[in-house]
Each structure stands twice: as structure tokens, then as C-alpha cells.
């Protein structure tokens, strides 16, 4: 199977209660790729400016991640700055400024067309419509948001919401959404719009999935110093994708699985500011953790 994923490559300037960090490379494209490659071989869709590291699209490359896809533009890379306080949970956007993703139009490679499965993670809704019309017969269509999407352009993301099969979104976002503070029914009020499957993320008290007729949740690694928790939701969401392309399936049984393997993997980027866990994560470290996953939930 194939996995192409449309989303953001940024850079970030973060503040946690561990320190600030200043343009550290980021973006929902880049957190999600990187967790899935651990599983697949994701191919991203995406654009940065001149000013993104060579180094980054090098350790992409090493990771088997298909870059063909990614544009580099004239001008400067997309850049967000978000503040974070004593609750991980908790975050306020300071600054979003799209620059080269203005005026990006994605045009997905030939070899891209035939994906089995699309992840369109957190960017503008009118580009994850756009990409879903390239694509010639997807097995599974996934989507992620952010807040400001919600705020700004809630009929676009609408839009593309009719047309996936599987929302993942975090609490606040999924009550937003849906203006239902009951996440089980804001859940099932996003099923009855389309998608199969709503995977409601909950920071550090895990994730849930909603089917249309089963309930699974899953538990977050417990996690004494969450240093930065920038990315987690989208390495939940490529540990989750990726593991699903690796499996060829998409069962009740692997859906769960996924689940798993996507908090495993958000729970190694909060260990540490941006990309660094990631960079040096094994595949041994996940599988000892799925493990711990399985010992934490066991009576
Ligand atoms: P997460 O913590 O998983 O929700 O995702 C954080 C990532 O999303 C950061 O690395 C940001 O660069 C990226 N991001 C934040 N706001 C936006 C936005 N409006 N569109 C696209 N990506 C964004």
C-alpha cells in the first residue's frame, strides 16, 4: 500500500515551562511523516521556503520518506509560535504567518495518484480539497485540523469533511466543531456527516476512536516532564496511518493497533522540543513501549 500526507512544514518558536526555543523546524507534514516512517514509506505533499534547512529534507530522505512531492519556494518557510503553560493541555497560538503557503497550489506527483491512503493533516482546508480531488481511488481518507481552520474557514472544512472517512481532531477542537461539549456525542455528530471513524485526541489523558459501532480508548504513556508537546497530535496521527499502511488493513482489531502505536509514537515527541526524539528514536524503544502499553491497561 501507499501513504501520501498533505500538511505543514514550518518552523515553530516554542515556549514551555522548560524553555523557549526559537524557529526549531516543525509543521504537522514533518511530525507526521517522520512518526509514520517508522511504519511505511510516506510520501508528503507540502512546500517550504529557501530558508528550510537542507539538513531536514536529508534526514527525510534517510527515513525513506518520499520528498518528490515537497516544493521549495521562493520566499520564506511558514512559521507558527504557540505558548504553552503549566497544563501540557493547554496551548495559545501567538502568531500564524503562512508565507509560502499563501499562495500554494499542491499538484501531486504521478506516482503519487494512486495512494491507498491519504492523510491530509493540519493545513488549510481548501488545499486538503484540493489534494483529495487528485487522488484517483483512495482506500482511506483521513483528516486533522487546528483551531484557527474552525475559526476562519469552518464551510471549507465542512466541505472536506464529507468527503473522508476517518477525523482525527483534539477535544477542544471536536467541540468546537460540532458546538456539542459532550465529546462522545460531538464524536457521533462527526460521524453523522460522513466519516467512518472520529479519533479524538486527548493529550495526556490519551485518545479515543470512535466507529459507528464500537468504542475503543487508549491510555497516554504516563509522562513525568513533558518538555514540549508541539507534534503530538500528528505523531499520533503518522504512528497510527503508517502502522495501518504497514498492516494492509483496516479491521476493527488493526484500527485498535493503530491506536496504540499512534499515542507510542506522540509519546516519544513530548520527550523533548520539536523533531529531536524523533531523530533519534528506534524501532526497538516503540516496540518496549507498546509493550509497556499493553502492561499499563492489563487486570
Ligand atoms: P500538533 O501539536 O500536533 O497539534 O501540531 C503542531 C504543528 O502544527 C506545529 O509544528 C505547527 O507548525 C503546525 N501548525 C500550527 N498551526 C497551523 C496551521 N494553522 N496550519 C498548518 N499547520 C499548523
Not at 521549495?72 to 512559521?79: C, D, E, L, Q
Not at 482511506?140 to 472544512?157: C, E, G, H, Y
Not at 503518522?238 to 499515542?263: H, N, P
Amino acid at each position: 500500500m501507499s501513504l501520501v500526507v498533505v500538511g505543514s512544514l514550518a518552523f515553530d518558536t516554542i515556549e514551555t515551562p522548560y524553555g523557549r526555543r526559537e524557529r526549531i523546524v516543525g509543521g504537522s507534514c514533518t511530525y507526521f511523516s517522520l512518526a509514520a516512517s517508522f511504519f511505511t514509506h510516506p510520501k508528503i505533499v507540502g512546500a517550504v521556503g529557501e530558508d528550510f534547512p537542507e539538513e531536514v529534507i536529508s534526514l527525510f530522505k534517510k527515513r525513506g520518506i518520499d520528498t518528490q512531492g515537497l516544493e521549495i519556494k521562493a520566499g520564506k518557510t511558514f512559521h507558527w509560535e504557540a505558548l504553552y503553560g503549566e497544563d501540557p493541555n493547554q496551548r495559545k497560538t501567538i502568531k500564524t504567518e503562512l508565507n509560502v503557503f499563501k499562495d500554494f497550489s499542491p499538484q501531486l506527483p504521478k506516482s503519487y495518484q494512486d495512494a491507498d491512503i491519504v492523510f491530509l493533516a493540519n493545513i488549510d482546508p481548501d488545499l486538503q480539497d484540493d489534494i483529495v480531488s487528485q487522488v484517483k481511488k483512495p482506500k482511506i481518507v483521513a483528516m486533522d485540523t487546528i483551531n484557527l481552520w474552525i475559526n476562519t474557514k469552518p464551510r471549507s472544512l465542512l466541505r472536506v469533511l464529507e468527503k473522508i472517512d476517518m477525523f482525527f481532531a483534539n477535544e477542544e477542537e471536536i467541540r468546537m466543531l460540532t458546538e456539542e461539549p459532550n465529546i462522545i456525542k460531538a464524536g457521533k455528530k462527526i460521524l453523522s456527516k460522513g466519516p467512518s471513524y472520529a479519533a479524538i485526541k486527548k493529550g495526556e489523558h490519551g485518545a479515543m476512536v470512535l466507529g459507528k459501532d464500537f468504542i475503543f480508548s487508549v491510555l497516554a504513556h504516563p509522562c513525568e516532564n513533558v518538555i514540549d508537546p508541539t507534534g503530538a497530535g500528528d505523531s499520533f496521527g503518522g504512528g497510527f496511518m503508517g502502522y495501518l499502511d504497514k498492516v494492509k488493513s483496516f479491521s476493527q482489531r488493526e484500527i485498535r493497533r493503530a491506536a496504540v502505536y499512534g499515542s507510542v509514537l506522540a509519546s516519544f515527541t513530548i520527550e523533548d522540543f520539536g523533531i529531536e526524539r524523533l531523530r533519534s528514536l528506534t524501532p526497538q524503544e516503540i516496540e518496549n513501549r507498546f509493550l509497556q502499553f499493553k502492561r499499563l491497561v492489563s487486570f
